[in-house]
């Protein structure tokens, strides 16, 4: 409904005669199709994702008069557009497209297509490409990420992709999101515990701490299987991070069932939690199911899991002070001018007193002296490099 209201001015302009084309891309024209046409006939280009490196063709087809819908699934060779930095220290490389999973909450295997893995060489180039621009930190971008190499010829691993792409000289750092714990495999921790550019960080979204709930969810792991995941990464990497997405309020979910979830993050204590209500999304099973949970559980549960979370973060954040931190600085500080911002190899914010003009892009050694809830203070401690 956003899209549609988003889309009512800009349709105005067009009936007043205003020479522009409307195009609409993403997963929620994946999702509507045609009927974006039917609602809203000004529309001149319905795209999915997977047409990303095709938007020149298909707006030629529109420039000689045609309106067009292109969300038939294709097979993406090669990603041919040059992704959009807003930063000129960190970049984002996708390594592979789409999701096979089918969680019966989630809209993204409806919208974004089949997996479809980038080939190791394509992506090895890219990287390396950006280190001789001046690039210092790569996070590899997934769906669901550990699912690379699999539907290559011969298949491949996504642990063996990440040593050769942390091996690229001159890369200082590396990360990656977002791993499935169905998939998750020790020997990707160990090459985190083994390769230097990698940096120790982990999200792995558990979703539920209740097995019937992650069932029902079609999330194919138990809660002890994820605990067992935790347990490896707290043994190869004991100072890593560990960031993780949960769902309160999925439905049929009781408050015993909700409690289970609570306990799983006593276990682990996360260094930071991204959660939602459950909300249903159209197309998912989940979304058509009667034991819907009333908003007002929902609302409650949300507010208790997000103080049990900011316990826990802060808890974690708290075991930086008196250490000096590795930070990769990106950034002026917006509130205080005379600070900068950057991170430490776990991910976490890091604010200390610096010229920014002198500092973004630049390893800095940073005595931490103070911790909040969700970053990290201190002050410079060397010389930056």
């Not at 900068?340 to 800095?364: I, M, S």
Request: charged residues 25%.
């Amino acid at each position: 409904q956003k899209v549609y209201s988003y889309l009512g001015p800009h349709a105005a302009r067009k009936q007043r005669g205003e020479d522009l084309a409307i195009v609409v891309a993403g997963c929620v024209a994946q999702q509507e199709g045609e009927a974006l046409l039917r609602r809203v006939p000004e529309i001149d280009l319905v795209m999915g994702p997977q047409y990303a490196n095709r938007i020149g063709d298909l707006l030629e087809g529109v420039f000689n008069g045609n309106q067009v819908v292109a969300t038939a699934p294709t097979h993406i060779m090669e990603d041919l557009t040059q992704p959009q930095r807003h930063s000129k220290t960190c970049a984002w490389v996708n390594i592979i497209y789409g999701c096979n999973e089918r969680c019966s909450y989630c809209v993204v295997p409806t919208t974004r297509g089949a997996e479809q893995s980038r080939p190791r060489e394509s992506i090895r180039a890219e990287i390396a490409e950006l280190v001789a621009a001046g690039y210092r930190e790569v996070t590899l971008l997934g769906q669901n990420i550990d699912a690379w190499g699999r539907d290559l010829t011969p298949r491949q691993t996504f642990a063996d992709l990440l040593r050769d792409m942390a091996g690229v000289p001159g890369l200082d750092r590396m990360r990656f999101v977002t791993s499935h714990p169905r998939y998750m495999s020790e020997r990707v921790v160990k090459a985190v515990a083994e390769m230097p550019a990698l940096c120790e960080m982990f999200h792995v979204p558990f979703q539920a701490g209740d097995d019937d709930v992650l069932k029902a969810m079609e999330r194919g792991y138990t809660a002890k299987r994820y605990i067992q995941i935790v347990d490896q990464i707290r043994t190869h990497c004991p100072d890593a991070a560990i960031t993780a997405d949960a769902i309160v309020g999925f439905p049929g979910e009781t408050e015993e069932q909700f409690q289970a979830t609570l306990d799983l993050m006593e276990h682990v204590k996360f260094d930071q939690l991204n959660t939602a209500a459950y909300s249903p999304r159209p197309h998912t099973p989940a979304a058509l199911w009667e034991n819907q949970v009333d908003e007002e559980a929902k609302v409650d549960r949300l507010q208790r899991i997000n103080r049990l979370a900011a316990v826990h973060a802060l808890e974690r954040r708290q075991r930086y002070i008196g250490r000096i931190e590795e930070v990769l600085v990106e950034q002026r500080n917006p509130k205080f001018p005379n600070q900068v911002k950057g991170r430490n190899r776990q991910g976490c914010p890091v604010y200390f007193d610096g010229d920014a003009e002198a500092l973004v892009g630049k390893l800095v050694p940073v005595l931490i002296t103070d911790a909040q809830t969700y970053s990290i203070v201190g002050e410079q401690a060397g010389e930056a490099y």
